[in-house]
């Protein structure tokens, strides 16, 4: 598989963070676990269901020490969604999902979420009122850090940062694992 990035594009592959300063293109030679950062979802973006459930199964490819917690949640969110869900093309694309995520094929599941977003935003009226976030989806994030968030002493401007998250707004960055958690 040939992967192509962007100057300072960033990358997961088998857990671990990359970030290139140039254009450059990567051939991965064996299987290898990777997710591309323009479709990396932060929990505040999981704002729908089928958002929810990309969101925990995301969270099983790029965070395999608590696949078991993702799992778990992945599961409550999809049996949800199909005890609920009508419309025969979405019910096929979660159970195609589901067949992926059952054969360890994370990738493709979030490839076949994803696709789905579009039919979920048709069947999605604006009157349906705000979707109710999932209180798990922010505990598997919590435990996630930054990748440019260095591991050494804060920089002098962290406390603007700092700031601007306790007013809600909270910078856009690739969750990483935090080993220090």
Do not use: C, W
């Not at 929810?52 to 969110?77: E, K, W």
């Not at 705000?130 to 850090?145: D, Q, Y």
Request: no cysteine; charged share 25%; proline share 8%.
């Amino acid at each position: 598989m040939r992967l192509s990035l962007r100057a300072g594009e960033r990358i997961y592959i088998n857990g671990a963070v990359l970030r290139v300063d140039r254009k450059v293109s990567i051939e991965l030679l064996n299987d290898a676990t990777f997710l591309l950062e323009s479709h990396v979802l932060q929990v505040e973006e999981a704002t729908t269901p089928l958002r929810q459930l990309y969101f925990a199964a995301q969270t099983m490819l790029i965070d395999p020490a608590r696949i078991a917690a993702a799992r778990s949640l992945y599961d409550g969110i999809r049996d949800g969604l199909m005890a609920t869900i009508r419309d025969p093309g979405l019910r096929e694309g979660l159970e195609a999902a589901h067949g992926f995520i059952e054969a360890g094929r994370l990738y493709e599941a979030l490839k076949q979420i994803r696709g789905l977003y579009p039919t979920e935003a048709l069947l999605l009226s604006p009157d349906d009122g705000p979707v109710v976030p999932v209180p798990a989806l922010g505990a598997l994030a919590r435990r996630t850090r930054g990748p440019e968030r260095p591991r050494e002493r804060p920089s002098p401007g962290s406390e603007v940062r700092r700031s601007q998250a306790a007013r809600g707004r909270t910078p856009q960055t690739l969750p990483a694992l935090d080993p220090e958690a």
